[in-house]
């Protein structure tokens, strides 16, 4: 069984839109860190954003947004007012001691 | 402000070929990770190291060895290249360990491997 699985592997939204990628995961710690990647197709991936288990409050970084409910172990992530440069792969990662990553998501912003 | 730096960018190998993918890193990172890319499964670990001169197994070490005889540079080699070692390969390195806030991990631009 995966440990952290993205159940969208493509999605497509309209510039300026809002798109909400999804993100379910599997852990016995309680304390562990979430984080989203982003890979444009020049393939350098980048840090998104990070979320600390503990932290009751979700973390925001500009347009990028996350809805991290642990009781669900669900880590959504919210692309606001998408642009053209969003266009990209992001993987959902769990960092639980070991880190492992999803499958990704390949995100298209529509012009 | 290189970062990770990955050589060769691209690569074609015949079954049965040896070759060796250079990672190199300017940030004085303990932590230096290879990962391989394949469609629908993500980024799987091949190996790590948690410093210079330690190397460890990671998800699906088999056909790979590495070596970091450097703080900046690890090495991930193919002894005898098979073709479901096609992929893209992924160098990373952290500052800290799993299990830490601090692990966010730079990445360099990939090696896209393809073995006939």
């Known amino acids: 069984a995966q440990t952290v699985t993205q159940s969208q592997p493509e999605m497509s939204v309209q510039e300026a839109e809002t798109v909400t990628l999804s993100c379910t995961y599997d852990t016995s710690e309680n304390n562990y860190y979430l984080f989203w990647y982003k890979q444009p197709p020049s393939r350098q991936m980048i840090l998104v954003i990070r979320q600390e288990a503990y932290k009751q409050q979700n973390a925001t970084e500009n347009r990028f947004s996350v809805n991290f409910q642990k009781a669900a172990k669900s880590f959504s992530l919210k692309i606001s007012d998408s642009q053209l440069g969003d266009t990209a792969m992001y993987f959902c990662?769990?960092?639980?001691?070991?880190?492992?990553f999803g499958a990704g998501t390949t995100v298209t912003v529509r012009a | 402000n290189a970062g990770v730096t990955q050589t060769p960018k691209f690569r074609v190998l015949k079954t049965g070929q040896s070759m060796t993918l250079l990672c190199a890193q300017d940030m004085n990172h303990e932590y230096m990770y290879w990962y391989r890319q394949d469609p629908g499964m993500g980024l799987r670990l091949i190996h790590y190291?948690?410093?210079?001169?330690?190397?460890a197994k990671g998800e699906v070490p088999d056909g790979y060895n590495v070596s970091r005889l450097k703080k900046q540079n690890f090495l991930l080699g193919l002894e005898s290249a098979a073709p479901s070692q096609t992929s893209v390969y992924f160098c990373a390195s952290s500052s800290s360990g799993t299990g830490y806030g601090a692990n966010v991990l730079t990445f360099g631009a990939g090696s896209r491997l393809t073995v006939l």
């Open positions: 190291s948690v410093g210079e001169g330690t190397t």
């Open positions: 990662a769990l960092d639980d001691y070991k880190l492992s």
